[in-house]
């Protein structure tokens, strides 16, 4: 502590990074927490406002852009007004759908009633008021499906568990393997359904090949595709099972929960919100991508031969004595192996992908690290002012857009012509 503290510039980078509301560092004195309390309540929050305007400038100024193309589009050459959210191609084709009965079957008569029975089945019946009604059947099925994913993600908890996992074995046709065959079936069977029934689904715009490509048809196919390849690796022999490659697949099964998107209005909502933050997201991904990778470079080249980062046997000193130099003061991680052979080791920034995934975590606002150079607390700094917050534009959109796709925008505006 006495290191970091020694000075005003030393203790002002721990202080910043304090101030993005990370305490990597929290063994202080009485009188220091009271500072630390204060700057919890408060100075957090005044710091993270430069970061909240900037992103929210590069926002508005963005969707300024789309609201004047989504007028064009609408005939209006004049003043810009206002888009709608999530608007798209996909938008477009829907509303063009409207009172448009679907196409007829291909198959014949029959095949196209049997695609209606099953739609109504899986998706319900729209009443004039566009409510959506189940028969008991159907609900009964959906309430099947809704368990049997529940279940899945309970499964895929208990079997990390290794007291668990060993008590189970990994023999094969044991209670996991067995659960895991029955769930892929019903997901296949819904997937194959919905597939089939997607000519007569307008929120498929009457298409297997639109739902397939829509965030719940991709879903769909992620909650069997794993399984599936899996057992063909299985079966040539690529991977053995229990081995921590067919492990893999297996924690794959976690993202099931992402099918409870057709149970709750939040998750239903995802693929119009995704659409809506498109092109926010390509004005801001790439400029979140230079900060990640412009930063981790950085780091690198700062940080790859600090000392506070290397790790010596015990044998050897830390620091020189009158005969032998210390760990630390050899300039480099390879000069000190050189003089101590295979007895220093470099623990963080030892190379790109290390130091990618450090400067992400960074970027989240974790600091795991912080006794940084001099060069490399200037690349600290920037990222606590600024980084943070352009870096969490693309996330800023996303929610900005989940909120007006789930209508609060229209609650707003709303509120404001009543004013």
Same mark, same amino acid.
């Given at each position: 502590?006495?290191?970091?503290?020694?000075?005003?510039?030393?203790?002002?980078?721990?202080?910043?990074?304090?101030?993005?509301?990370?305490?990597p560092?929290?063994?202080?004195t009485?009188p220091?927490r009271f500072?630390?309390?204060?700057?919890?309540?408060?100075a957090?929050?005044?710091?993270?406002?430069?970061?909240?305007?900037?992103a929210?400038?590069?926002?508005?100024?963005v969707?300024?852009?789309?609201?004047?193309?989504?007028?064009?589009g609408q005939?209006?050459?004049?003043?810009?007004?206002t888009?709608?959210?999530g608007?798209?191609?996909?938008?477009?084709?829907y509303?063009?759908?409207?009172?448009v009965?679907?196409?007829?079957?291909?198959?014949?008569?029959e095949?196209?009633k049997?695609?209606v029975?099953?739609?109504?089945?899986?998706?319900?019946?729209?009443?004039?008021?566009?409510?959506?009604?189940?028969?008991?059947?159907?609900s009964?099925?959906?309430?099947?499906?809704?368990t049997?994913?529940i279940?899945?993600?309970?499964?895929?908890?208990?079997?990390s568990?290794?007291?668990?996992?060993k008590?189970v074995?990994?023999?094969?046709?044991?209670y996991?393997?067995?659960?895991?065959?029955?769930s892929?079936?019903?997901?296949?069977?819904e997937?194959?359904?919905?597939?089939?029934c997607?000519p007569?689904?307008?929120e498929?715009?009457?298409?297997?090949?639109v739902?397939?490509?829509t965030?719940f048809?991709?879903v769909?196919?992620?909650?069997?595709?794993?399984?599936?390849?899996?057992?063909? $690796?299985?079966? &040539?022999? +690529?991977?053995?099972? =229990?081995?921590?490659?067919?492990?893999? !697949?297996?924690?794959?099964r976690? %993202?099931?929960?992402?099918q409870?998107?057709?149970?709750f209005?939040a998750?239903?909502?995802?693929?119009?919100?995704f659409?809506a933050?498109?092109?926010?997201?390509?004005?801001t991904g790439?400029?979140?991508?230079?900060?990640?990778?412009g930063?981790?470079?950085?780091?690198?080249?700062?940080?790859?031969?600090?000392?506070?980062?290397?790790?010596?046997d015990?044998s050897?000193p830390?620091?020189?004595?009158?005969?032998i130099?210390?760990?630390?003061d050899?300039?480099?991680?390879v000069?000190c192996?050189?003089?101590?052979?295979?007895?220093?080791?470099q623990?963080v920034?030892?190379n790109m992908?290390?130091? $990618?995934?450090? &400067?992400? +975590?960074?970027?989240? =606002?974790e600091?795991?690290?912080?006794? !940084?150079?001099?060069?490399g607390? %200037?690349?600290?700094?920037f990222?606590?002012?600024?980084?943070i917050g352009?870096?969490?534009?693309?996330?800023?959109?996303?929610?900005?857009?989940?909120g007006?796709?789930?209508?609060?925008a229209?609650?707003?505006?709303?509120?404001?012509?009543?004013l």
């Amino acid at each position: 502590m006495s290191d970091r503290f020694q000075n005003f510039f030393d203790s002002m980078v721990y202080t910043g990074i304090h101030l993005t509301g990370d305490y990597p560092i929290i063994e202080y004195t009485w009188p220091s927490r009271f500072i630390n309390f204060f700057m919890v309540i408060a100075a957090v929050g005044v710091v993270s406002i430069p970061s909240a305007l900037i992103a929210t400038g590069f926002v508005e100024i963005v969707q300024s852009k789309i609201k004047v193309r989504n007028a064009r589009g609408q005939g209006d050459t004049s003043a810009p007004t206002t888009g709608f959210a999530g608007d798209d191609w996909y938008e477009v084709a829907y509303r063009e759908l409207e009172n448009v009965e679907p196409p007829a079957s291909a198959w014949g008569p029959e095949v196209d009633k049997l695609q209606v029975m099953v739609n109504e089945f899986l998706n319900g019946k729209e009443d004039e008021s566009e409510n959506v009604h189940y028969t008991l059947l159907s609900s009964v099925s959906r309430a099947f499906i809704f368990t049997v994913i529940i279940l899945n993600i309970v499964a895929v908890l208990l079997e990390s568990i290794p007291t668990i996992d060993k008590r189970v074995g990994n023999e094969k046709g044991n209670y996991f393997d067995v659960f895991e065959f029955f769930s892929v079936m019903v997901f296949a069977a819904e997937y194959a359904a919905r597939l089939f029934c997607a000519p007569k689904n307008r929120e498929a715009l009457y298409s297997s090949v639109v739902y397939s490509t829509t965030f719940f048809g991709i879903v769909d196919f992620l909650s069997t595709a794993p399984w599936f390849i899996e057992q063909a $690796l299985l079966a &040539t022999g +690529v991977v053995q099972a =229990g081995d921590e490659n067919a492990m893999i !697949f297996r924690i794959f099964r976690i %993202f099931r929960i992402l099918q409870l998107e057709d149970f709750f209005v939040a998750f239903s909502k995802l693929d119009n919100v995704f659409r809506a933050s498109k092109d926010i997201l390509k004005a801001t991904g790439l400029m979140a991508l230079i900060i990640w990778v412009g930063c981790a470079a950085l780091f690198f080249i700062f940080e790859e031969n600090n000392p506070n980062w290397r790790q010596c046997d015990d044998s050897v000193p830390i620091t020189s004595n009158d005969t032998i130099p210390g760990c630390y003061d050899f300039k480099s991680t390879v000069e000190c192996n050189e003089y101590y052979p295979g007895q220093c080791e470099q623990k963080v920034f030892t190379n790109m992908p290390n130091t $990618l995934y450090l &400067t992400a +975590v960074f970027l989240g =606002g974790e600091w795991g690290v912080v006794d !940084f150079t001099w060069p490399g607390r %200037f690349v600290c700094l920037f990222l606590c002012v600024c980084g943070i917050g352009l870096y969490a534009i693309p996330i800023g959109a996303l929610f900005d857009s989940f909120g007006a796709i789930l209508g609060m925008a229209d609650d707003d505006d709303d509120e404001d012509a009543e004013l």
